[in-house]
């Protein structure tokens, strides 16, 4: 696969949501430890809601009709943030029915930058930002081939990388030992995300 | 779970028909989970909205009224309301004179509402302010007032912006007066036992069967110590310092208290407690000004309560003493 | 015991001082547990007096205030006040057109309250009445109604008789009509968890971890049955079940309802209850006025709820919704 | 003693109020059991405040002072039957600085009467009613020196009586079965009172 289209971003959509519903109770459990135990619901219902909708073929409205499907049925911080993401991706795909995969990284980046304005985050925090920093510095210049591998294993390095590492940002930060002993749970959730979304080999 | 409802999935909306059906004169709910007033935005005022999680009754919807807010988002227990609905509050408070958000600084809920104003400016063309409620001065240091999370004393805010609004000033002067009272505020909460977030079950912490926690939020957030129970003027004397340690009252001065139940702590023992209060800003030689003494900014079942003082000036005083009305509060 | 308070002992004194100093205009307390109007007695209108036991805000002391009682005699925690104390807060509510005692069914209440009503008889020459509120549809039956015991229903007496001794009638008119309105009540309430009094330092009895008792009266007074907690649903179909074998309402009949909390239970679950409530009565076709939902009669930190009927002709209609207010309960 | 004066009351007042506080804890267990515990406060806190009261010769106005300080130290049930009964006897005693002994027997029975229409109770519901009573009657025709045994008999009787009966009379009617195995509370102080009241031989 060397351009993205809307039909190939729901195919990706349609493996995220299982992939989500298969990782719910997992979340669940990790934000239970931190935050309010809603996670593997946020993001199992948004993807599903998002894999459901109707893409038009401009993938700029087709990244919108995500955005507004996570706005629909999750109001948690996550789902506002992934929303906040796809909307971002969406003004910059807007006008375009095919993407080079090598258009992917920028629009990871306009997405995490997105992210970081509107919950007021910053990178380090140990938070689902630092995944998609991590991410977006990973394939910036990988081609299309590694580009899925190289994704998936940054989003891993990110939660290796914060062990020991305080929560700063979300409920999480209230508990700052037992925080830095735990992975973070928006972390934990993209990292589910990424592997479901890349298409497995076999 | 010792709680009356019927699934736990329903406890918001139930909650909600029940609200409306029981004060028609003051609620009115014209879209899921957006309480309006009945007799709709009023032309040429400025609009006061607000919303967060439920399970704080009577905040927030409950001060949807004349002289308060116009209209109300609401989430599930403990949750933010998501950004369309959000949205639609903004829409259904517009009179055409703009829009303040007026809430509690809460993660989600500012993003949220981050997101609906801008909503709400591409679609609706509604112009839109923010005035964050971070009254509690145990959840950040006087550094960071920024952080904190805002609590009971959001009332005070609705009632002083509500009262502005009245008075046809425009966006700027009402989220000008708004941000003043915000400031005005300190709060600080103690807590006795949990309370139940219907979909979780559980209690969403634990305390030991004599054990206070000081400071700890109104979603179980953690506070300063935990200890055996103390006496109730011990534990008022305590939370009146760390209000004056960080906001100072002096002779003359003038301010509004309320003694708050977090929902079951009864009015006898909030009565204890502001015989206590009263007692320390006489000493103090400052003047009381409408105390509150009561439920206005609850979590369900929970036991403990909080203190917010607001520091009162002529202006603030005026506002807070002009006639308004919602089912749980009523002034003139 | 998890409550916020000094020397048990002191709890009910350094309660009514917290009372009395956050509402000086509704309250004062010219002798120790005897609360009056702080403008004294009307000249010429029927004075009401209640009492009864502490521990139930804001019944009884609450409910002093133009529009609704004269005077009150405070009792320790579910403890009558004595007869001396009574026969003092008849005295303060004395203006000359005689006095009535309105209170609830309780041994030692009606006990004391004789005794006080032959006190200012033989030393103050003032003439008494008495109306006992008997609306505990569980604690005795419909052919012992006399021997029920009287829970929320009272502030619906309070209201409407205060009302009537507004207009200036005469004691036998007020008795009267504050008699009609404790025969058109009727109450019934179920119980989660237990309170604490102060002195006893214990709970007042034991429910399981989720089991729930239909019918327990205020001061944990055995019920009907005990079992686990059903949905809300099906709690409020039970009780308004017993309250229609009571006293049937039929299409367009009139009615008041108050949805009580006990103390802990919140709003929230109270407004599913009322959804449920209402629901059944416009079933039946009768129109519910004037509805009540929250804490008006209370059992300290208790969780459970009451629910009260008060049906309702023109007069009682009239009284219900004359201009009153207290710190609890404005109308008008 | 074939007198009743008003020193005497008091000296019988005493020994009650020492008799009351000794009993105080058994009786606020007693009443644990089956109403609010107070019994023993009650009983102990009204004949301390009798036994301190100046007492005026007259013995109708000694018996109004016991009334008044019953009163005012007490608005439990028991306490305002106390209080009552001595009213009743008030009234009798007006007048008098002694009585005969002989004259008791009609003030027991009056004090009952009083206070069956005080608490609207009957005899034969298992309260404190029943053993005046008793009292009232086993003394009736009793000569000085033997009344006070007597009167004890009766006030024990009453309590073997009713056992296995239930309370039907205060809050104890609540709790039919417990009710019908304790003793009831009221009869209980009843005997104690008595007991402390009558001066022992030795
Ligand atoms: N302000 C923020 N900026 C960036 N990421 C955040 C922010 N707040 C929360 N997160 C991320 O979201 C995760 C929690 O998501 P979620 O469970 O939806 O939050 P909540 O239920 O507390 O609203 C956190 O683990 C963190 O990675
Ligand atoms: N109405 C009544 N008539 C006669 N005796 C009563 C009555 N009510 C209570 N008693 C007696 O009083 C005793 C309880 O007294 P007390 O503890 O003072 O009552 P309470 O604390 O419930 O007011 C009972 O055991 C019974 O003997
Ligand atoms: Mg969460
Ligand atoms: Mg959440
Ligand atoms: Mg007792
Ligand atoms: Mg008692």
């Not at chain 2, 105390?291 to 009162?312: D, K, N």
Request: aromatic fraction near 6%.
């Amino acid at each position: 696969m060397a351009t993205l289209d809307s039909a190939r971003l729901k195919a990706a959509l349609q493996r995220v949501a299982a992939g989500a519903a298969a990782a719910a109770a997992e979340l669940n459990a990790a934000d239970g430890q931190l935050g309010d135990g809603d996670l593997g619901i946020t993001v199992s219902k948004g993807f599903a809601a998002a894999a459901e909708a109707d893409l038009p073929s401009d993938l700029g409205m087709a990244f919108l009709e995500c955005s507004k499907a996570f706005q629909r049925v999750s109001s948690s911080s996550y789902g506002t943030l992934v929303a906040t993401g796809f909307m971002a991706a969406a003004k910059s795909a807007k006008g375009f029915e095919t993407l080079e995969v090598s258009a992917i990284p920028a629009l990871v980046a306009e997405a995490r930058d997105a992210m970081m304005a509107r919950g007021k985050g910053e990178l380090g925090a140990k938070s689902v930002l630092d995944s998609l920093d991590a991410c977006a510095k990973a394939i910036e210049d990988a081609d299309a081939a590694e580009m899925g591998d190289k994704a998936v294993a940054a989003a891993r390095q990110t939660l290796q990388d914060f062990k020991g590492r305080p929560c700063k940002l979300g409920r999480a930060r209230m508990f700052t030992e037992k925080s830095a002993e735990l992975d973070d749970p928006g972390q934990l959730a993209f990292l589910r995300i990424v592997e479901a979304a890349v298409p497995t080999a076999e | 779970m010792k709680k009356i409802l019927n699934n736990p999935a329903d406890y918001v909306d139930e909650m909600l028909d029940g609200f409306v059906a029981a004060h028609p004169q003051f609620y009115a709910q014209p879209e899921r989970r957006v309480i309006a007033r009945p007799e709709g935005a009023t032309s040429g005022k400025v609009g006061i909205v607000s919303g967060g999680g439920s399970g704080h009754l009577p905040v927030f919807t409950g001060y949807v009224g004349p002289g308060f807010l116009d209209a109300c988002a609401v989430g599930d227990v403990f949750a933010s309301p998501s950004a369309e609905q959000m949205a639609s509050a903004i829409r259904h408070a517009d009179g055409g004179a703009g829009v303040l958000r007026l809430y509690g600084n809460y993660g989600g809920d500012v993003m949220n509402f981050d997101m609906a104003g801008e909503m709400v400016d591409m679609e609706n063309d509604i112009r839109t302010a923010t005035v964050l409620l971070a009254d509690d001065i145990v959840s950040a240091g006087k550094d960071e007032a920024e952080k904190r999370r805002g609590v009971a004393g959001m009332i005070y805010a609705f009632k002083i912006a509500g009262a502005c609004a009245d008075t046809k000033a425009d966006l700027d002067e009402v989220t000008r007066v708004a941000q003043k009272a915000a400031d005005a505020c300190r709060s600080i909460g103690m807590a006795l036992t949990p309370c139940i977030v219907p979909q979780a079950g559980k209690a969403n912490f634990e305390l030991g069967e004599n054990e206070m926690e000081m400071g700890m939020g109104i979603h179980g957030e953690p506070g300063i110590w935990r200890d055996a129970l103390r006496p109730a003027d011990q534990i008022v004397d305590e939370m009146i310092d760390r209000i004056l340690a960080d906001h100072p009252f002096s002779k003359g001065d003038r301010l509004s208290v309320l003694v708050n139940s977090l929902g079951a702590t009864p009015l006898e023992e909030l009565y204890i407690m502001y015989r206590k209060v009263k007692q320390r800003f006489d000493a103090i030689g400052a003047e009381i000004v409408m105390p509150l003494v009561g439920r206005y900014a609850t979590s369900m079942e929970m036991t403990g309560a909080t203190i917010t003082t607001i520091a009162l000036d002529d202006e603030l005083e005026r506002y807070l003493k002009a006639p308004a009305a919602c089912a749980y509060w009523r002034v003139g």
